[in-house]
Nanobody, 124 residues
Framework: QLQLVESGGGLVQPGGSLRLSCAAS????????IGWFRQAPGKAREFVSA????????IYGDSVQGRFTISRDGAKNTVYLQMNNLKPADTAVYYC?????????????????WGQGTQVTVSS
C-alpha cells in the first residue's frame, strides 16, 4: 500500500525555523514528483513547493520563495521542506503529495497520493 507520512510540524515563534519530512512506504519516491501544500482553516489548499523526480526542476509558491527550500534524499526515501523565517501567515496544516509525472504541477489535482498532514503553528 502506498503511503506518505509527514512529520516535523509544531509550534514555533515568528522568525524561527522548522524542517518538515515526507517519508514514503510501499513505493520509492525517486520515481515521483513530490509537492508540498498547505491549508489554513477556512482557506483553499495552497501550493508551497514541488521537486521533480529528477530533482532538476524545483518551484515555489510566491509567498514562500526565498524562505523555504525543498530537497530529496533518495537513500532515506524522504523529501524535506526546510522552512526559515516563519511568519504567522505560514500557520496551516502542511501536506506532501506524490505525482506520477516528470513535471512539477502547482494544482492539487495534479497529484495522485497524499499524506495526512502535519500542523505548523507560528505564534509568539
Amino acid at each position: 500500500q502506498l503511503q506518505l507520512v509527514e512529520s516535523g510540524g509544531g509550534l514555533v515563534q515568528p522568525g524561527g525555523s522548522l524542517r518538515l519530512s515526507c517519508a514514503a512506504s510501499g513505493f520509492t519516491l525517486d520515481y515521483y514528483t513530490i509537492g508540498w501544500f498547505r491549508q489554513a482553516p477556512g482557506k483553499a489548499r495552497e501550493f508551497v513547493s514541488a521537486i521533480s523526480r529528477s530533482g532538476i526542476s524545483i518551484i515555489y509558491g510566491d509567498s514562500v520563495q526565498g524562505r523555504f527550500t525543498i530537497s530529496r534524499d533518495g537513500a532515506k526515501n524522504t523529501v524535506y521542506l526546510q522552512m526559515n523565517n516563519l511568519k504567522p501567515a505560514d500557520t496551516a496544516v502542511y501536506y506532501c503529495a506524490a505525482a506520477e509525472t516528470a513535471i512539477t504541477p502547482r494544482a492539487p489535482g495534479g497529484y495522485d497520493y497524499w499524506g495526512q498532514g502535519t500542523q505548523v503553528t507560528v505564534s509568539s
